[in-house]
């Protein structure tokens, strides 16, 4: 991956100060757009707008590092199987990427690559941190139509129109990086702007996403 935004970039102080967490880019073959490429589909959630960090936000599966977790890779499958009930023996690890620093939470993020020829049926999960399950074709993400550099309070961030809301902050920064390295980004009109409100940005303002399925 790319060299991310300068708010992402991790120095000695994330590394000091920081708490280790990981997430988990799950791709799996698509379902809905099977003829357009990629020919695949990404999980996403939508977050709790309840929880501390980041409510209401459209995210990747994932979380903080448990001191029993053997590494990244324990602790993304950890977190998505306890968010989105996914059987982590369905999951291959293809690798892990640099680590990404998320000042506004203060984690130390390792993002985490992951193939699900056949991710089955998910498991019921408790209800509390995560809101929906989504299972989004890449081709959608990737339509330039729906590409804006999405601002609030003067910071921008990378962003993806998705129903019901936008994938933005860490998580559209992180894609937008993923999707240029991999040599999938279609040109878009990088001037367009979307400005978000700070209620809109806690999930007070914005319908539920429409979950999997």
Do not use: C, K
């Amino acid at each position: 991956m790319g060299q991310p935004p300068e708010v992402h970039r991790v120095d000695a102080v994330a590394r000091a100060e920081y708490r280790p967490a990981a997430v988990l880019l799950l791709f799996t073959p698509t379902l809905a757009r099977p003829d357009v490429f990629p020919g695949l589909d990404l999980y996403l959630v939508q977050r709790s707008p309840l929880l501390r960090h980041h409510p209401g936000q459209i995210a990747l599966p994932g979380g903080r590092a448990d001191d029993g977790d053997a590494g990244p890779a324990a602790t993304a499958l950890r977190e998505t199987h306890e968010e989105i009930g996914l059987a982590p023996e369905r999951v291959e690890v293809i690798g892990t990427l640099p680590q990404v620093a998320v000042p506004i939470s203060r984690f130390l993020v390792t993002p985490v690559v992951g193939w699900a020829t056949d991710p089955g049926g998910l498991e019921d999960v408790e209800v509390g941190e995560v809101l929906h399950t989504l299972r989004l074709p890449v081709s959608d993400l990737l339509d330039p139509a729906g590409r804006s550099t999405v601002t609030i309070h003067g910071h921008g961030s990378a962003g993806f129109a998705v129903q019901g809301g936008w994938v933005w902050g860490f998580t559209g920064n992180l894609l937008d990086g993923v999707f240029d390295e991999l040599g999938w980004t279609r040109p878009w009109d990088r001037s367009r702007e979307y400005a978000m409100s700070m209620a809109e940005a806690r999930g007070d303002t914005l319908p539920p996403a429409t979950p999997e399925g």
